[in-house]
């Protein structure tokens, strides 16, 4: 079992290893139904780092359970589904007052509430602190155990603002800026947000393993 003590572990050993690796280019395959998401993360791959993602869209549950246990089980599907590496993601949007919640159970609840329905739910409580939580999970391959590697950004929820054409972008507020995700230039989004933080890892990881011919 992955535990994030063996994360962090492991991620402190690689960011000594990996910053002296030089990569050479590697296909991977980004497991995931969601366009926004996928431009997010090219984008921020993209910076200095030569891996080309293709995607597939395949339809796997999402089971209930704590964020690393819905993504560790996604991620394990997915490489017994496409039979090779992979990478998966998994956002949850957390509320300080529900202790976490909705959590990894976001999709539905935004689905259902829309921005108005998700701001009410804090309506009376006296924190609307929230964090965006992004667990990006790598498989070597079927039958391996998916690894971790997660990103936060704490902020606010707000009334909705700005462009809707990504998730709940409109009504979360990052600590430390006035506009809303939605507001926000895609490349400001990009250095600062939840997915950003969690490839930061995933991208020292793949260099070192780059750097071994593992990948
Ligand atoms: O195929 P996958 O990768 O699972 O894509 P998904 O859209 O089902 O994504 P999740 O299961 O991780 O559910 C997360 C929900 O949060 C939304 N979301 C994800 N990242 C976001 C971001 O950066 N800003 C706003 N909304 C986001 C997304 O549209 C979903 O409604
Ligand atoms: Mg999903």
């Not at 200095?48 to 089980?73: F, K, M």
């Not at 919640?101 to 259902?112: D, E, N, Q, S």
């Not at 667990?135 to 070597?140: E, G, H």
């Amino acid at each position: 079992m992955v535990t994030f003590a063996t994360i962090r572990m492991a991620s402190k050993h690689l960011s000594r290893t990996a910053s002296s690796v030089t990569m050479a280019t590697k296909r991977l395959t980004f497991v995931t139904g969601n366009h926004n998401k996928l431009k997010e993360t090219k984008h921020i791959l993209s910076q200095g780092t030569p891996i080309e993602l293709d995607s597939q869209d395949l339809d796997i549950p999402e089971l209930q359970g704590t964020t690393q246990e819905v993504a560790i089980a996604k991620c394990r599907r997915a490489a017994e589904l496409l039979g090779k590496p992979c990478i998966t993601e998994d956002t949850a949007l957390c509320f300080v007052a529900y202790h976490g919640l909705p959590g990894p159970y976001i999709k539905h609840f935004m689905k259902t509430l829309g921005h108005e329905g998700l701001n009410n739910m804090l309506a009376g409580f006296p924190t609307k602190d929230a964090y965006a939580l992004c667990t990006f999970a790598y498989s070597a391959g079927p039958g391996t155990e998916p690894i971790l590697f997660e990103g936060r950004t704490d902020g606010t929820i707000v009334p909705a603002r700005g462009p809707g054409d990504f998730g709940w972008d409109p009504i979360f507020q990052p600590k430390g800026f006035d506009q809303t995700y939605a507001e926000m230039s895609k490349e400001q989004k990009n250095v600062i947000s939840h997915r950003y933080h969690a490839l930061v890892k995933l991208r020292v990881y793949l260099a070192t393993l780059n750097a071994e011919n593992n990948f």
